[in-house]
Each structure stands twice: as structure tokens, then as C-alpha cells.
């Protein structure tokens, strides 16, 4: 029901873009998140992006992602420039939606991203 894409490897200072899409029959989505877990470190959140807000960052990517949403089309969006190797690491989606008559909190699969020095 949720589905991250988008993840491969690329060299530092490179970029890559990030897509998370619901399926289903989505009624509302009050919430998507990036989280991100490297290897052997435990999984952080990466931004958040709230139905009518504006998204918010963790500390150690501001000014390199954003995150853009199209709600309409059940989508949301990682872009993320000047990538560095402690970005490393396979990144989830996740999602507070309501599914029919269901609301509940959803996981992607995960994607991964390696960025070599």
C-alpha cells in the first residue's frame, strides 16, 4: 500500500530523487515521512511533510533535501542534492492515511541509497 522508489548509488555531491506512492483506496493523508536507517544505526527521521503545512527537516540534511507532495495524486517527493556518504542508508516512507474506512500508520518497503567517496 506503500511504495518507495527511486534509490541507487551515486558519488558524493550527487543527487537523486526519492518517490513514495499510496496505494489503495486512500481517502485522506494527514501525514508523509522520510525516515532513513543506515547500518547499524537505528532509523531517524529524515523530514515530514503534513497535509497543508510545510515540511520540516532533520538538522543533518537541511539545505540539501526537500521534500515536495502531491497529495491529489497520493505522492510525495525526496529530492537530494550534494549527497554525502553518511547519507547512506536504505530510506522508508511512511504514512498516516485513512484507507477506506481504515486510518493507520504505513511503511514503504524501503529504498536504497549508497553514496561512495
Known amino acids: 500500500q506503500l511504495q518507495a522508489s527511486g534509490g541507487g548509488s551515486v558519488q558524493t555531491g550527487g543527487s537523486l530523487r526519492l518517490s513514495c506512492t499510496a496505494s489503495?483506496?486512500?481517502?485522506?493523508?494527514?501525514?508523509m515521512s522520510w525516515y532513513r536507517q543506515a547500518p547499524g544505526k537505528q532509523r531517524e527521521l529524515v523530514g515530514r511533510?503534513?497535509?497543508?503545512?510545510?515540511?520540516d527537516y532533520a538538522d543533518s540534511v537541511k539545505g540539501r533535501f526537500t521534500i515536495f507532495e502531491n497529495f491529489a495524486k497520493n505522492k510525495m517527493y525526496l529530492q537530494m542534492n550534494d549527497l554525502k556518504p553518511e547519507d547512506t542508508a536504505v530510506y522508508y516512507c511512511?504514512?498516516?492515511?485513512?484507507?477506506?474506512?481504515?486510518?493507520?500508520?504505513?511503511w514503504g518497503q524501503g529504498t536504497l541509497v549508497t553514496v561512495s567517496s
Open positions: 511512511n504514512a498516516a492515511v485513512v484507507i477506506g474506512e481504515v486510518g493507520g500508520n504505513f
Open positions: 511533510m503534513i497535509n497543508g503545512g510545510v515540511p
Open positions: 489503495g483506496n486512500v481517502v485522506y493523508i494527514n501525514a
